[in-house]
């Protein structure tokens, strides 16, 4: 029998799998209120491999003028949803259930680079790991894994 999907999508799922399957480059990420906070744009994709630049606004700046680690991790962890998202079906989702970000240096104001891939999507659960480097990719600031639950959309 087949599989019946339900009618509803997750609007961020559907613009991510079009933007990877038509190869689009430099697409600004607009369509999630996460994404577009953070002043997301998904500047390439191959295969399952997404690199996403993220800005990083003063307002998330500590006293001593670094990123917080919160914001990192957010970037890293949209990243990897992305990842996610963007090969799922119609009618798909997910949620972070499992979430480890380990930092490496300190981030200062301004754009980060979120090279994000799924390692593996089922029907239940994914699996994504990321890198977020400085805006010249020439630093490492942090990664991550993450696993995801995969989930019709309720509509």
């Known amino acids: 029998m087949p599989e019946t999907l339900p009618a509803a999508d997750n609007p961020t799922r ?14 600004p990420l607009t369509v999630n209120p996460a994404l577009a906070s953070l002043s997301a744009l ?16 003063r307002t998330a700046t500590q006293g001593n003028g670094v990123v ?4 990192l ?3 890293l962890d949209l990243a990897m949803a992305m990842s996610v998202l963007s090969q ?7 949620t972070t259930i499992s979430l480890t970000v380990n930092m490496q240096s300190a981030g200062q104001e301004g754009h980060f680079i979120a090279v994000a891939e799924a390692d593996r999507v089922g029907r239940q659960i994914a699996f994504a790991h990321a890198k ?4 010249g990719r020439s630093r490492l600031v942090a990664n991550a894994t993450s696993a995801l639950a995969v989930m019709p959309v309720r509509p």
């Open 14 to 27: 559907a613009y991510m799998a079009d933007a990877v399957a038509s190869g689009r480059r430099h697409v």
């Open 42 to 57: 998904l500047v390439e994709s191959a295969g399952k491999e997404l690199v996403i630049r993220f800005t990083a606004p």
């Open 68 to 71: 917080g680690g919160g914001t």
């Open 73 to 75: 991790a957010n970037m």
């Open 88 to 94: 799922l079906k119609p009618g798909y989702t997910c």
């Open 132 to 135: 977020l480097y400085d805006a």
